[in-house]
Every structure is written in structure tokens, then in C-alpha cells.
T-cell receptor
Framework: DGGITQSPKYLFRKEGQNVTLSCEQNLNHDAMYWYRQDPGQGLRLIYYSQIVNDFQKGDIAEGYSVSREKKESFPLTVTSAQKNPTAFYLC???????????????FGAGSRLTVL | GDSVTQMEGPVTLSEEAFLTINCTYTATGYPSLFWYVQYPGEGLQLLLKATKADDKGSNKGFEATYRKETTSFHLEKGSVQVSDSAVYFCALRAGGGNKLTFGTGTQLKVEL
């Protein structure tokens, strides 16, 4: 089945540590996204990538980094510079800007990060 | 900038009750509008969408009509079920590109 796989589902981190969240898709989508979800605040865009080897900052990129070396993969690193990293992180993908219906996002099941 | 405002939850209803979740938006131009649903412990799934004024999106008994004059996209269902319990997000896409702007979400609880 085509879809988006996020791992790990749950992750615990000590303060000062960097952690990397994995996101893999087999939908052949060009665009991929990372959102952060906090109670009462909905979803906020961290980074997005519309093509391999290119990505742009979203609304809350500080303290995060990404890479897009392969079309299928868009890992997110939460660095020690992120002051409040405890949250639920959602990865998504979409076909691309030139495809009809391109603005429909497919989401993964999410990764919950807790800083101890 | 673009924004989406949803009614605050939680919304608690009895099974078979009528559901309305309000959503209004602010955006430049003519945005596309979406409703996504998130079941407990899962990611978001597209529920329905509308891409131009007066369009009605529908799916699984849910409906929403794109009202440009009131900048609204309210979600409705005539008879809710316990299985509809979830968090519902209104979202818009304005201009070029694929970025979505989400509302804060509205939790729906349906009881027997």
C-alpha cells in the first residue's frame, strides 16, 4: 500500500540532544512537509520541500533542520537550539505544483517527541 | 497573512444529532478550502474540499459549502455517529504552491 511512514512513533530526548525523525513516502510525490502540532494551536509548518535537493523554511523553522537527498525521504532534525521541542510532529506529502489536485496533502501517523 | 478561525471545542453531541463546526478564513485572492479529520493517535486525513465559490464538498455524510461572501466553510453532518469522534481541522491554500494554513482544530465527541 502507498503511504507515508514516520518513525519512531514515540521518542524521548534529554535536553541538549539532537534527534532525527524519519519520514519516508512511496507515493512518488514531489513535495514533502513537516508540521508541528501542539494542543490548542493546530498545525504549524516547519519546513517544506517541493523538489529533491531543495527546501524552504516554514513559519517556525528555528531550531530545526531538514535534508532532501532522495525523493522518498525528508528527515527532520530537532536540534538543541529548539527551546520547546516537546510536540507531535507530522510529515506530509503532495504530488507537486503542476498536478491537478496537487494541493491535497497525505499525512503520516506522526511522531511524538518528549523532552525529559 | 492567511488565517483560519475555527470554533473552539470540545463539541459534545449525542448520536444522531446534527453537527455544525464553524470555519471562517482570511486570505488573498481565491483560496482552496479543506476539511481534514484526525482520529486518536493518527495523522490527518482529507475529509472534503472545495476549490471555488459556491462549491460544495461532501464525503461520508459530511458537507461544507464555500461561501465567499461570508468567507466561511462550515462543516455539517445531519446525523453523527460515535465513530465520528475525532479532531476536525479547517485549512486553506492561497496563491501558488502547496502550503496549507490550518485552523486550531475542533474536537468532536459523540456519545451514545
Amino acid at each position: 500500500d502507498g503511504g507515508i511512514t514516520q518513525s519512531p512513533k514515540y521518542l524521548f530526548r534529554k535536553e541538549g540532544q539532537n534527534v532525527t525523525l524519519s519520514c519516508e513516502q512511496n507515493l512518488n510525490h514531489d513535495a514533502m512537509y513537516w508540521y508541528r502540532q501542539d494542543p490548542g494551536q493546530g498545525l504549524r509548518l516547519i519546513y517544506y520541500s517541493q523538489i529533491v535537493n531543495d527546501f524552504q523554511k516554514g513559519d517556525i523553522a528555528e531550531g530545526y533542520s531538514v535534508s532532501r537527498e532522495k525523493k522518498e525521504s525528508f528527515p527532520l532534525t530537532v536540534t538543541s537550539a529548539q527551546k520547546n521541542p516537546t510536540a507531535f510532529y507530522l510529515c506530509a506529502s503532495s504530488p507537486g505544483t503542476q498536478v491537478s489536485g496537487a494541493n491535497v496533502l497525505t499525512f503520516g501517523a506522526g511522531s511524538r517527541l518528549t523532552v525529559l | 497573512g492567511d488565517s483560519v478561525t475555527q470554533m473552539e471545542g470540545p463539541v459534545t453531541l449525542s448520536e444522531e444529532a446534527f453537527l455544525t463546526i464553524n470555519c471562517t478564513y482570511t486570505a488573498t485572492g481565491y483560496p482552496s478550502l479543506f476539511w481534514y479529520v484526525q482520529y486518536p493517535g493518527e495523522g490527518l486525513q482529507l475529509l472534503l474540499k472545495a476549490t471555488k465559490a459556491d462549491d460544495k464538498g461532501s464525503n461520508k455524510g459530511f458537507e461544507a459549502t464555500y461561501r465567499k461572501e461570508t468567507t466561511s466553510f462550515h462543516l455539517e453532518k445531519g446525523s453523527v455517529q460515535v465513530s465520528d469522534s475525532a479532531v476536525y481541522f479547517c485549512a486553506l491554500r492561497a496563491g501558488g504552491g502547496n502550503k496549507l494554513t490550518f485552523g486550531t482544530g475542533t474536537q468532536l465527541k459523540v456519545e451514545l
